[in-house]
Every structure is written in C-alpha cells, then in structure tokens.
C-alpha cells in the first residue's frame, strides 16, 4: 500500500513522503491516527501544494531559527543529574531532560526529537548535542552534567 506521510515516522519515513507499507499497518495504525494518507492521484496533487505550503512556513521560520542558534553560540546548557563517588549518572540524560533545560535557562522550545545525541550520557562531564531546528539550521551545543 503507497501512503503518504503527514509526519515524520521513525524507521517508516519523513513528512510529506511516498512509502510503500504493509496493508494493515497503513489501515489500521497510520490512516486512522491521522499520521498518513492514501497516495491516491487527488492525493499526490494536494502533496505538491501541502510541500510548498509547508515550505513557505519554514522559510518564514529560519529566521528565528538562526536567532536561536546565536543566543546559544558559546553558551552552556546545565543539567543537574544524581551521581555516584565515580561520577556516574544514575541512568542517564535523555534528549528529553535537555530540551527541558533549554526551555528554562533559555527560554527556547524545541522537540525532543529535534535534539541529537551522539551518544548516551552516564557520566558527569561536558557533551556535545545537536539540535536541529531546520535542515539549515543545526547548531551543535555543548551541555554540561553536574552533580546534583
């Protein structure tokens, strides 16, 4: 079954792309929870004017994007986290603790699935994390982990 997809799907596809999926999973999961449609020649048509609409829409916000970008050049984000005598976490710091940290100390607010860790974070330290707001726009961060 083609679909087309209103929002990005890990492991599936991004927005506004054609993809072929198993009949049940486009029927019973994607169409019905308003995560895709049927990629139908009426459909296909609306695509190309949804993409340039959506388009335009970013364009507009690649702006404020960039200003995000310079407010946090040379900035650090801290996050307070349990730790060990060894310096390691208790768990560990999810993309979701540091989109928290940004709305807080910056007053930015981002999608934790915008937030990229290159690697899991178990210990006290500085890291580096990218957000990426747009395609364009994709500074890379440093956050530091401290003992809480």
Do not use: C, W
């Amino acid at each position: 079954m083609d679909i087309i997809l209103l929002q990005d799907i890990d492991k599936v596809g991004d927005k506004h792309t054609i993809v072929t999926v198993k009949n049940g999973y486009g029927r019973n999961y994607l169409i019905p929870q308003k995560k895709a449609i049927i990629a139908n020649a009426a459909n296909r048509a609306k695509l190309a004017v949804l993409k340039e609409k959506e388009e335009a829409l970013a364009q507009q916000m690649i702006g404020t994007f960039q200003e995000y970008a310079a407010q946090l050049t040379d900035k650090v984000i801290r996050i307070a986290a349990k730790a060990g005598e060894k310096g390691r976490i208790f768990g560990s710091v999810t993309n979701i603790q540091v989109a928290a940290a940004l709305q807080d100390q910056f007053n930015i607010e981002i999608d934790k699935k915008k937030v990229q860790m290159p690697e899991e974070i178990k210990e006290l330290g500085t890291y580096a994390v990218v957000l990426k707001f747009h395609k364009e726009v994709a500074p890379e961060v440093a956050i530091e982990v401290f003992e809480d």
